[in-house]
């Protein structure tokens, strides 16, 4: 994966020309009349500003392009508009988009020429208000001036936003690739989740609510049928006993399809894939990024869920809303209860062994989803329509980050996260229709979403204050210390040790050129001696220097990097008087332990930092590509005062990244 995106950038790098041509056609497309609802086109120009951040593309002549394909694509829309006028409304594909269409005209009509340059900004119409333009007869010349004008101020709104977090992904490829892989990820399942809900709200609902009306006609033909169709769509119906024995029926359906499916998917394509996610997550881990992950598993606890619903539930019973109440309640204890019954019928084992418990369907998943969709519901139920996509995107999210986190931490496979996401959602389909059919009383929304963030803080600040700690250490991978004696060591064991940082698989920028076996404080104390310093923890201040055109290159922060999921343990710099550049040492834990003195054995890197302007705007540290210079540098001080001794690796890594393959051991001396 990550040796494809190489690819792609340098494809990018190597064809300005081509790429050009293909940033024009997707604002073109992104510009047409009806076919820019289908096309990604802000998601898709947010990707080209973060390729400008990292040098792949140029601005100007990325933002010519941009310009020039939604001004040629708006006139396309304005001339097809122009040659059809009125029978704009009959002809394909309008004809299947007469919403639209009346929305472009509403908003013409409103606005006048002015339109045509708030649409460039507005993605409900922008792809429909210049045929509406032509087709009200707007002048040519006119329309075009106001709409080159549009486009000039729109491409940067939607390029510039890539850019920052273009310019992210640089600062955080300098911590770890694996960080910027996880950026990426993040704003991909951020914008699906958000498109998704929107594409269901705009286009599936309202046909789904034609298809249940036609069942409930149909079931009324029906006299088997009909109690148990009617309690749960028609409002009329009481809907106690019917939804009681439904719940039943398709509690035991669901409980059978989910079972089957599972043990007939495990091991064959779903373990595969199982499998090539869990190590992928695995190969991904950073320290804050877990922590985070850490944190957002707590809001899909067990107990955190259990609160939510008993606080939120006490509370809409005290303001008369049991109705609400009731159902929500119901979608957990049926969630609840068939997760459970999955897990000890399916007795799926989870990826690690550390985590007991069964592992399928994800109790996280499930449950969460049915409290917090069903809680979603509650409250768009009692919005207009059109903003409705609001409060079930933040629970999208939510559930979403709470099932990404499982995956994560490695505590539950693919198939399992897939499991609990069609039960949480099937009950909260199913008591949500029914609820949203039948008459009950209104909700004070506002009261209620205030007194639901309120108890959310307060109960999730609880449970990271009992548990967040404890946790850190429950779902961290185990760690075995190999005892080696200090020959073992200088004669093989070095060698086994990492070539490179472990980061990205396939991404060797950065050799290991130095191990130590002894103490920290004794190595920090000798090089405090020669002048060298402990890095500075990175502060809002110190931050701020990245704006600084000339900044004094000590006063720049130095970013933590990230080996085999681990910061460093030891960060140490060194600055030659009038040298443009910093000595900087970092040493993280090899996980072994020399019998002979019982120190611990440590790994790192001796490089170069020079100041970056590679990103716009921003000024940074980067590692350079010299790894010799420093390690003889780091070297001479420590032979005078520990023993030391110079290997050197063999091919294919002598040579690479201006390293020629030497490695500094260097251990402390007995008292």
């Known amino acids: 994966m990550e040796g494809l995106l190489q690819d792609v950038l340098t494809w990018i790098a190597l064809h300005p020309l081509l790429s050009g041509l293909l940033i024009f056609i997707i604002a073109l497309l992104e510009s047409l009349v009806v076919i820019g609802l289908l096309i990604p086109g802000a998601f898709l120009l947010f990707g080209v500003g973060a390729l400008i951040a990292t040098g792949s593309l140029q601005l100007y002549p990325t933002l010519a392009w941009t310009i020039a394909g939604a001004i040629v694509g708006d006139s396309i829309s304005f001339l097809i508009g122009r040659h059809y006028h009125q029978r704009l409304r009959v002809v394909w594909p309008f004809n299947h988009y007469p919403a639209l269409v009346n929305r472009g005209i509403d908003f013409f009509y409103r606005h006048g020429g002015k339109s045509v340059f708030m649409a460039r900004f507005v993605g409900p119409v922008r792809p429909i208000v210049p045929a509406i333009a032509g087709m009200m007869d707007m002048g040519g010349y006119r329309f075009l001036l106001v709409d080159t004008i549009a486009s000039l101020l729109w491409a940067p709104v939607y390029i510039l936003p890539g850019m920052v977090f273009g310019a992210s992904l640089g600062l955080a490829a300098e911590v770890a690739g694996r960080l910027v892989v996880l950026l990426v990820i993040f704003a991909g399942i951020t914008w699906l989740c958000v498109e998704l809900v929107r594409i269901i709200g705009r286009l599936v609902q309202p046909r789904l609510s034609a298809l249940l009306e036609r069942f409930l006609e149909w079931s009324r033909q029906h006299p088997l049928i009909n109690p148990l169709a009617g309690s749960l769509l028609d409002p009329y119906h009481p809907e106690a006993r019917g939804l009681a024995i439904l719940s039943v029926l398709f509690f035991i359906t669901l409980w059978l399809l989910l079972l089957i499916s599972r043990q007939v998917l495990h091991g064959g394509f779903m373990g595969d894939m199982d499998n090539y996610i869990h190590h992928f997550m695995l190969e991904l881990r950073t320290p804050y990024i877990y922590q985070l992950n850490v944190f957002i598993t707590l809001l899909g606890s067990q107990v955190m869920l259990a609160l939510v619903l008993a606080t939120g539930s006490l509370w809409l019973l005290w303001q008369g809303c049991s109705k609400a109440a009731f159902h929500w309640i119901a979608v957990y204890v049926c969630t609840g209860i068939l997760t459970y019954l999955l897990k000890f019928s399916a007795q799926i084992a989870r990826p690690v062994e550390f985590y007991g418990g069964y592992s399928f369907p994800s109790a996280h998943t499930a449950i969460g989803l049915a409290v917090y969709g069903f809680l979603a519901l509650l409250v768009a139920r009692e919005l207009p329509r059109k903003q409705r996509w609001l409060p079930y995107s933040v629970a999208g999210l939510l559930i979403t980050a709470i099932a990404f986190s499982r995956l994560y931490l490695g505590v539950h496979w ?107 404080d004794y190595l920090e104390q000798l090089l405090a001696a020669q002048g060298w310093q402990p890095a500075a923890a990175i502060s809002a201040s110190s931050l701020m220097n990245w704006l600084v055109s000339e900044p004094d290159i000590s006063s720049l922060p130095i970013l933590p990097q990230v080996h085999d999921g681990q910061h460093h343990d030891l960060l140490m710099t060194s600055r030659s008087d009038g040298a443009k550049r910093l000595t900087v040492l970092r040493l993280w834990p090899a996980n072994a332990e020399i019998s002979d003195s019982g120190q611990q054995l440590w790994t790192g890197t001796v490089s170069y930092l020079y100041i970056d302007h590679s990103i716009p705007l921003i000024t940074s540290l980067s590692t350079g590509k010299e790894f010799d210079a420093p390690l003889f540098e780091i070297g001479s001080i420590l032979a005078d005062r520990t023993a030391t001794r110079m290997l050197k690796r063999t091919p294919p890594y002598a040579g690479e990244n201006g390293w020629d393959g030497q490695v500094l051991l260097a251990w402390q001396k007995p008292p």
């Open 414 to 520: 693919l198939s399992d996260i897939l499991g609990g996401a069609c039960l949480g959602l099937f009950w909260v389909a199913l008591i949500g229709i029914a609820y949203d059919r039948h008459p009950a009383p209104q909700l004070p929304v506002r009261r209620f979403l205030v007194v639901t963030v309120i108890m959310m803080a307060v109960i999730g600040s609880w449970q990271v204050q009992q548990r967040f700690r404890q946790d850190l250490v429950h779902y961290a991978q185990p760690v075995e210390i190999r005892t080696i004696t200090l020959a073992e060591w200088q004669s093989h064991y070095w060698s086994e040790l990492p070539v490179y940082r472990v980061d990205l698989e396939g991404l060797n920028e950065q050799p290991m050129n130095i191990q130590w076996a002894g103490s920290l």
